[in-house]
């Protein structure tokens, strides 16, 4: 298991290294752990080694966490990088700032001072959901039964109606035209696209696309929710319409006479 922190200020990286190998912290299996103070650095060892989890400082000088997370998501997966974990640290304590992170793709957002076993619990919880996800080679299912995949949803290209869902390049296309998706966006569409017509509960959106099961702010979701709506088309004119189900989560329906 290899681990990696970028962090420019000294203090705060031997912080993290205490957290996570100090003490009575007990892993797995062995971990190596390599430590960068240049966002530089660690990008040129992204491009030939992997590591299961990456803690990234947002505000380092020479090249910041986000620019790398942004690399990790984008390209990583050529580089195997397609089950690393992304942990951001920052000092700022905005919302929208994490929301923003979420939504690049960060898998979780801790706020400095950090809690050093709560940081460790953290990576642990993270390391463990994608390393399951890694040897099924498939996503985790929800717990939620409604969500049982179609018979087509192993197949690499899904098509209903105008929209086109290529699973291993991790794109959608509408009428032939590429929209721009994150890669969290696209696990949101596809799931709502899957169980066309069946009410997704939230609890089963947080396991299924964020991999976790105590759930991140509502606000998060609802953001992701608006960028869908909008960047899908999601309208009656369009033939789908995704629905808030009150108390419970959301549903896609086919709106009008089209048939799928």
């Known amino acids: 298991m290899k681990i990696a922190i970028l962090e420019d200020d000294i203090t705060q990286l031997q912080m993290a290294e205490q957290a996570l190998f100090g003490g ?11 430590a960068f103070t240049s966002g530089l650095a660690l990008l040129q060892a992204l491009k030939t080694e992997y590591f299961d989890c990456l803690i ?5 000088t020479d090249m910041s966490g986000d620019v790398i997370l942004q690399w990790v998501r984008q390209y990583g997966q050529k580089q195997n990088h397609a089950y690393t974990s992304i942990i951001m640290l920052t000092s700022l304590r ?5 929301i923003a992170g979420l939504n690049a793709g960060a898998d979780d957002y801790v706020t400095k001072p950090f809690r050093p076993r709560e940081l460790v619990a953290r990576v642990q919880r993270l390391i463990r959901a994608n390393k399951t996800s890694h040897e099924l080679g498939v996503e985790k299912n929800a717990k939620n039964s409604m969500l049982s995949l179609e018979k087509d949803s192993l197949d690499v290209v899904i098509k209903i109606n105008d929209y086109e869902f290529n699973q291993f390049e991790q794109t959608v296309t509408c009428k032939g035209e590429v929209i721009d998706l994150t890669e969290r966006e696209f696990s949101l569409a596809l799931l709502f696209f899957r169980n066309l017509g069946k009410p997704v509960s939230r609890e089963a959106i947080f396991e299924t696309v964020w991999k976790r099961t105590n759930n991140p702010s509502s606000r998060a979701l609802d953001t992701h929710i608006y960028r869908l709506r909008h960047s899908l088309n999601l309208t009656a004119e369009n033939g789908f319409v995704l629905r808030t189900v009150y108390g419970f989560g959301y549903r896609l329906d086919v709106a009008g006479p089209r048939a799928i």
Request: avoid cysteine; proline fraction near 5%; charge should be negative.
């Open 24 to 34: 009575e912290n007990f892993w797995d299996e062995p971990v190596e752990y390599r």
């Open 56 to 60: 990234l400082d947002r505000r380092v």
């Open 94 to 98: 905005s919302e929208d700032e994490m």
